[in-house]
Nanobody, 124 residues
Framework: VQLQASGGGLVQAGGSLRLSCAAS????????MAWFRQAPGKEREIVAA????????YYADSVKGRFTISRDNAKNTVYLQMNSLKPEDTAVYYC??????????????????WGQGTLVTVSS
């Protein structure tokens, strides 16, 4: 299984970035997906999650109204559109794959697989 995350970078506060995570070696269309992040000195936290068909989504309170998670099952790719970025959004962002037929990552469930992470830095 490979999860290739991309799209991170340096952006000024108020700017936007779009993260992508391309999956291979996994039955993508049967898996919920999520984005997590880990800031320096802090624990990893979930940012957003999306069910296998996109019908259900979850957002952490800190990103509601600013971030949008989406997926393209034909491309085995999940996205995170991040708008109105703040310095406190600075972190390494990881995509994660839920277990088959599960919808539990936003409730503390353990992912089956993790991506390698992409760094997002928001300057003030």
């Amino acid at each position: 299984v490979q999860l290739q995350a991309s799209g991170g970078g340096l952006v000024q506060a108020g700017g936007s970035l779009r993260l992508s995570c391309a999956a291979s070696g996994v039955t993508f269309s049967r898996r919920a997906m999520a984005w997590f992040r880990q800031a320096p000195g802090k624990e990893r936290e979930i940012v957003a999650a999306i069910s296998w068909n996109g019908g259900s989504t979850y957002y952490a309170d800190s990103v509601k109204g600013r971030f949008t998670i989406s997926r393209d099952n034909a491309k085995n790719t999940v996205y995170l559109q991040m708008n109105s970025l703040k310095p406190e959004d600075t972190a390494v962002y990881y995509c994660a794959v839920d277990r088959v037929n599960s919808w539990a990552l936003h409730r503390g469930g353990d992912p089956d697989y993790w991506g390698q992470g992409t760094l997002v830095t928001v300057s003030s």
